[in-house]
């Protein structure tokens, strides 16, 4: 029980850092700016934690990288639809006219990403052994 415990704490706090990673510079006097930033480290943690379970399931940093790639490929097509760049220093933070919209838009990218990383984990989850992992480490 202890092994899982740690395993769930250090999926939380890599998963944070991984999402926090994305939004490194923006305006911190700006509202609508630190609502983009706590939604897309939410959007981006939540897809670094099923990138996590994969990695713990295949131990193949190869498959996190192309299921990353793939993901950046694809947001990065539609990102001009939804997520449109300004100069606010992040390709991610923008509080101009459409700062409202992108901030729903992380949002709702959040919570798919939740529902996807839901079902990784019940369809491998349940078959990754934390007792071995910890012992190889």
Known sequence: MISII?????????????GAAHV???DPSSPVAWGQAVAKTLESGVFGLALLILYWKTRNIWACGLAHGLFDFFAGYTEGLFVPTGDSGSSYINTGE???????????????????????????G???DFEKIRREW
């Open 6 to 18: 740690s395993f769930v704490l250090s999926a939380v706090v890599s998963s944070l850092v991984f």
């Open 24 to 26: 490194l510079e923006f």
């Open 98 to 124: 459409d700062g409202a919209r992108i901030l729903i838009t992380y949002f709702i990218i959040a919570a798919i990403n939740a529902g996807l990383t839901f079902i990784v984990w019940k369809k491998v």
């Open 126 to 128: 349940k078959t990754i």
